[in-house]
């Protein structure tokens, strides 16, 4: 096949912070019709890249040159790359959550008739859209009552709105389930067949090599290569040399567990929808943890393991309504946060911007913030304690911080991860409950986090993740129990687990063993 | 970024008194002004204080001037009709102020009324309160309330030409300054870094002591009976207490954590609701002490008490660098804010403009203030301050924007993001 014409081309790009040069000589060329992947480490440059392209970072503030569909193009902002085709989609979107999907796709678009907006033409051109993107969902119906995979489309319904020619999208499937990634990629493909160029970021490179066109990879603000997947012979392995430098052998460090005997059990618990009364988000769950194990929770999006760990963790979500924990050979009751804290049990969020993290706060408060009675003495915070404690972690951790009295805000993904990854270690937990430990980080501090949590299990504590990436919890976890619905369907040794008995199981497939 | 925000607004009082010491003449460093400016604006600071608290929480208190006027009435009609001596009406002053703290923090934190409204139906109700329990009369207090809100501390000891009270407070805080300075050096070496340099140290402490001394020869060489006010001492007492306590204590990092990330706070163990209820109980109580202040100073207790105090300190809250989105502020910071608005308010007036223009020029400088916050912060600057003073802090506060992990501009996000100075 002969190349496609380049519809793009970004020929020595440099962009420099104050005292960071976050772009090094860039150069990425796409062709007219391809999905073209840009892979690379968190802070790699590809969001960097991507905001020099759409204009965020205007003409002037960069060097370097672009050329879009063979003219030099220098746009002031995003309105004026817009203007010719160039739609970004942004990994946390941009929805008006209390507006309708209808409204949200011709936002700032809006179909203007002879007396203010044409609801009638924009009602037809929505539903066409929505059509063409796969939604299966009414104009009418609000954002907030979406789930977060149809506002993926409905983003893309926009962007189509904007009669887009070459579409960025930063992390599409971040926040999808396998589902709903699925049906995002195959529409990818559809808009590909039909002419749609697309440059797409995404950490999950198992999807990079299903769809992607051509790679290019980026590492430390300099293009490492642009791989022709047409070319063939392109795997994750491969894709991973060119980000971290380097061939990762393993991606998970080799480790001999140290099981112990059970100390925690969770019995029937049952816990119903805190605004829903009735429906129950746990369904007589049980499962126990061992010292020294490494606990997986495999399920879909939504069938219940976070709340699971929630309603566990202090009752922080739902309302308990029956069940009991034994920790130690003693039932507990965790009625709070501060009691869950004080029978040593942590929850590490899934979501670390909402949930987990102050961004106001510096390494140092963040890290003390779940157990200030550890470093006070009558009550008084002692500084000098707080600091030893953080400086302690992030030499352990290997947080990458000029100083622990930075701001958390200022950290890379992965970094922030194993801040907030101190701060539950430093409530002296004996239960830890990972919540997508790995989420949106990179895959060199992936290996690094899960060294970590091997760490934490050899040193007798028990550790419980919940993942959507089946082959993190095979290559982690000692064992794996399946949750769908609410429900405990499965509990599988580690090692005996294959990809499709887990599907099988998260999916309710075959499911007999209905209470 | 506290530090130096605080640094910069210290040196804005600094500059603007100087200004004002030029263009005046000499009339506003002296000590029967500032002596007076103390004593005028010890309430409005004292309520900054307990406003900063709040803000930092995420919430707002509107009430803080009914609150203020109805402990006023009633302490005075206490004292007055019940007999009871001044200070048996100072502490059911503050009682009083609890009662009314507990009851909008019940609202605001166990009901889930926002502050802004509990507050708003705080200020008509207690203002009514105010005028009822008052028939809208004036009440007189009694000589220990008035010195309590704008006496002097006492004359005694040797001739030093100054007032002995106001030096030995003077003295008080140069060894304290003296034995912070070393204690801090102590903790650095003991930890492991490199403390500031020694010159800097020495240089810090003498410039500190020399203001102190500058500021007790002010204070304390006014006409005989005169001295570091008062209410200026129970807003020292105040702002070193409420200092300590946002800042060291677990209480303190909860009200920043509740503002900061409320889901993360209620994750990390922290009692939401105590935590709101506490910060606006504490609110309604330094608005009793405040109330009771300016009534001394007043020597009565009116009907229209305290109108508008809680906007004097809600601005001196956000020129001192607090965030409307809340997380951000420091105690220091307003009470610089409140001074700085003080300064300007007697430095116009002493120039003779009147009240209608020093209100709008009240008006510019707040919203000059926040805005150069808000631009600083969207050029991922710390301030013009870190600018002019590049130190080793000043460029860590600066972003690395290649550091930081991949986020999106949305629009939304500016606003929010933008106002956290």
Redesign the interface.
């Known amino acids: 096949m002969a190349a496609a014409p380049a519809v793009l081309e970004m020929r020595s790009i440099t962009k420099e912070f104050p005292g960071v040069k976050a772009l090094d000589n860039v150069s990425l060329t796409v062709r007219l019709g391809e999905i073209h992947a840009i892979c690379g480490e968190n802070g790699a440059g590809k969001s960097t890249l991507m905001k020099v392209l759409s204009g965020v970072y205007p003409h002037g503030t960069y060097e370097g040159e672009i050329y879009y569909q063979g003219e030099l193009v220098e746009f002031k902002d995003i309105r004026s790359s817009e203007h010719v085709g160039i739609v970004i989609i942004h990994q946390e979107l941009a929805l008006i959550p209390e507006l309708s999907i209808m409204e949200n796709i011709f936002l700032g678009n809006e179909v203007r008739g002879r007396f203010g907006i044409d609801w009638g033409e924009t009602r037809r051109r929505a539903e066409e859209l929505i059509a063409r993107v796969g939604l299966r969902a009414s104009p009418d119906s609000l954002i907030k009552n979406i789930g977060v995979g149809q506002q993926q489309l409905v983003e893309i319904a926009r962007a189509l709105s904007k009669n887009v020619r070459l579409l960025i999208l930063d992390e599409p499937t971040a926040a999808l389930n396998e589902d709903d990634s699925e049906h995002l990629l195959d529409l990818l493909r559809g808009l590909r067949s039909k002419g749609l160029t697309s440059i797409m970021i995404s950490h999950k490179l198992n999807e990079i090599e299903e769809i992607a066109d051509s790679i290019t990879i980026i590492r430390d603000g300099h293009t490492v290569e642009t791989l022709d997947v047409r070319a063939g012979e392109i795997n994750e392995d491969r894709i991973i040399r060119g980000m971290v430098g380097r061939s990762l052998s393993s991606r998970f460090p080799e480790h001999e567990p140290k099981i112990g005997e059970t100390f925690f059990e969770v019995k029937d618990w049952r816990v119903e929808h805190p605004e829903v009364p009735g429906r129950l988000v746990c369904k007589d769950s049980t499962f126990h943890v061992r010292r020294g194990e490494i606990v997986g929770f495999a399920g879909i999006m939504g069938a219940g393991r976070t709340e699971l760990a929630r309603s566990i963790f202090g009752r922080s979500y739902g309302r308990f309504l029956s069940g009991t924990i034994t920790m130690d050979g003693k039932e507990i009751s965790m009625p709070d946060v501060l009691s869950a804290i004080k029978h040593r049990v942590a929850y590490v969020s899934e979501d670390r911007k909402a949930l987990g993290l102050n961004l106001l706060d510096t390494i140092q408060e963040t890290v003390i913030s779940a157990n200030l009675p550890r470093v006070s003495k009558h009550s008084v915070i002692d500084d000098d304690r707080s600091y030893l404690a953080a400086e302690e972690y992030r030499k352990s951790l290997n947080i990458k911080t000029p100083t622990v009295k930075e701001g958390v805000s200022k950290l890379s993904g992965g970094n922030q991860q194993k801040v907030l990854l101190a701060k539950w270690m430093f409530t002296e937990p004996d239960l830890l409950i990972l919540d997508e430990p790995t989420r949106g980080i990179d895959v060199g501090a992936k290996y690094e986090i899960y060294g970590l949590i091997q760490r934490l299990a050899d040193s007798g504590k028990g550790v419980v993740v919940i993942s959507s990436e089946l082959p993190e919890l095979m290559g982690l976890c000692d064992r794996i129990y399946t949750v769908f619905e609410g429900r405990v369907t499965g509990e599988i040794r580690g090692a005996d687990a294959t990809q499709e008995e887990l599907m099988r199981l998260m999916t309710g497939t075959g499911l007999a063993r209905a209470r | ?1 506290s530090s130096i925000r605080q640094f910069g607004m210290g040196l804005a009082l600094i500059v603007l008194i100087l200004f004002f010491q030029i263009t005046t003449g000499g009339d506003v460093l002296t000590s029967t002004n500032v002596q007076n400016l103390i004593i005028g604006n010890s309430y409005i600071l004292i309520l900054a204080i307990g406003m900063v608290l709040v803000i930092i929480a995420g919430h707002i208190d509107l009430s803080v001037g009914s609150v203020a006027a109805v402990t006023g009435i009633i302490v005075a009609l206490a004292i007055r009709d019940w007999g009871i001596p001044w200070w048996l009406g100072v502490l059911l002053g503050l009682g009083v102020g609890a009662v009314i703290g507990a009851w909008q923090g019940f609202w605001v934190a166990y009901v889930g009324i926002p502050g802004f409204i509990t507050t708003l139906a705080g200020m008509m109700l207690f203002r009514g309160a105010n005028q009822w329990i008052g028939q809208s009369n004036s009440v007189p207090v009694p000589q220990g309330l008035q010195d309590f809100g704008a006496g002097y501390l006492p004359e005694w000891g040797p001739n030093t030409q100054l007032n002995n009270s106001t030096l030995l407070l003077g003295i008080l805080v140069a060894v304290w300054i003296v034995y912070s300075e070393v204690r801090r050096r102590r ?1 650095a070496i ?2 492991g870094i490199a403390p500031p340099s020694t010159r800097a140290a020495v240089t810090r402490v003498v410039v500190s002591i020399v203001v102190i001394g500058y500021v007790t020869y002010l204070f304390g060489s006014g006409r005989y009976g005169t001295s570091f006010p008062i209410p200026g001492i129970i807003l020292l007492i105040v702002a070193v207490v409420y200092h300590f306590i946002a800042s ?4 303190g ?1 909860h009200v ?2 509740v503002g ?2 409320r ?7 922290v ?1 939401i609701r105590r935590t709101n209820f506490l910060v606006m109980m504490n609110m309604s109580v330094l608005a009793a002490l405040a109330g009771m202040i300016f009534v001394g100073r007043a020597t009565s207790s009116g009907p229209a008490d305290g109108t508008g105090w809680e906007l004097d300190a809600i601005a001196a809250v956000f020129i001192g660098g607090a965030a409307v989105s809340g ?2 502020g420091t105690v220091l910071g307003s009470v610089i804010g409140g001074l700085v608005m003080a300064v300007l308010n007697n430095g116009l007036q002493l120039s003779g403009v009147g009240s209608d223009k020093t209100q709008v020029i009240k008006g510019l400088v707040l919203l000059v203030a926040v805005a150069f916050d808000v631009y600083s912060k969207s050029q ?1 600057r710390p301030s013009i301050i870190g600018k002019i003073f590049p130190s080793r802090k000043g ?2 506060t ?15 996000a500016d606003g929010a993001t933008a106002a ?1 100075g």
Not at chain 2, 248 to 251: C, G, I, R, V
Not at chain 2, 402 to 409: D, S, V
Request: glycine letters at 14%; proline letters at 10%; hydrophobic letters at 35%.
């Open positions: 970024m903790a003991r930890l060291k204590t677990a209480e990092r920043y954590a900061g990330n889901a993360a706070a209620a994750l990390s163990g009692n997380g951000v991922g460029r860590e600066g972003t690395t924007p290649g550091l930081e992990e991949p986020r999106p501009e949305v629009p939304v956290q």
